[in-house]
């Protein structure tokens, strides 16, 4: 073990399942450990890294505002924060123009589920099983996998599961005090399943009729990693309320929710944070979305995606049971256990991440390029083929 992971053992909280490896930099798809190594980057720090690693339209914009204004609470307006808010609207779904700005993905969640009672006036909240919002106590409570909840029981009342892409099940579950269903369109931590058109349609339908409103948690799927700006907008449905963050900012830390029309009674001083809006995180943002838009990395995440998932379902292995994903959010179901694999993934120059106990999941840069993708599909042939 090396000085910088000595350092971290002694002092960490233990809660994060750490790999041997201690990075120092990157760049684009790469990243460099402390003895000089470079990795292929899959896991994209937990698809955040959407651009890759130090690009330098996020350096300078981060770097320029650093120096002219760091911090304004959102009680002030702001320049970066009114661009960002009108560069948001373009990117979103039609009809959510309005957005809360927070610092992270469960805040996210926690916000969207607070103005959904808010809005409603009703307690409870339907998610699905296999779903996954975050660690604080509200969005844990929608969260499904009870290894996360468990521990922290008692948790926020009035959330209940039900099975993912099922519809007849959901409609057993709505009623007259569901202020709000949760659910993400492709489960990201939940190992990498999509839910069907049919399926969205029927719960957007289905919200409609019995006056709750549709969350839809675009965290992971969101800033085109799927291959449109929001996965919502493959099954042609725009949600009540979209919670965003992971690449939203580039690497530094942003969430939000975006705010449709249905939304109501969100009066000042309902909610807040102190970091929210905060004009360095605005600036990185619009670099990023900026960046997006002119290279038009949704459109690439999805030729890249297809690519990827085409040259990864002809690898020949009896420990793959399937290949599935949207855009560049790749799952590769094994028919054993991840952790091994990841292992020696790692000692091959590949990071990827886990989605549960037997998934593999790939959330590379959307910049990457397609023979960084071959060589991905290689390394990965090779360690399954062993
Ligand atoms: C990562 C994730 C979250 C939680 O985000 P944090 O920033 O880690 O709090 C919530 N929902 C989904 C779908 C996620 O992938």
Redesign the pocket.
Known sequence: MGRYAETEQQHTSSVYPKRDVTIVRGEGMWLWDDRGRRYLDCVGG??VAALGHAHPAIAEAVAEQARRLITCPEVFYNDRRAELYAALSEVTPPGLDRFFLC???????EAALKFARLSSGRREIVATMR??????MG?LSA?WNKRYREPFAPLVPGFSHVPFDNLVKMEEAVTEKTAAVLV?IV???GGVRSGSAAYFRGLRRLCDERGALLIV?????GFGRTGRWFACQHHDIVPDLM?M??AMAGGL?M?GVAIGPRVTGLWPGAHGTTFGGNPLACAAALATIGVMRTEDLPAQAAEKGTYLLERLRRIESPQVREVRGLGLMVGIELKGRVTPVLRKLMAHGVLALPAGATVLRLLPPLVISYDELDEVAEVIEMVLDK
């Open positions: 937990h698809g610092n992270s993905g469960a805040e996210a969640v779903g996954f919002h975050g660690r604080t969005a969260t993400e489960q990201g931590e948690d675009e965290v992971q799927t919670t963050a992971k830390p969430g």
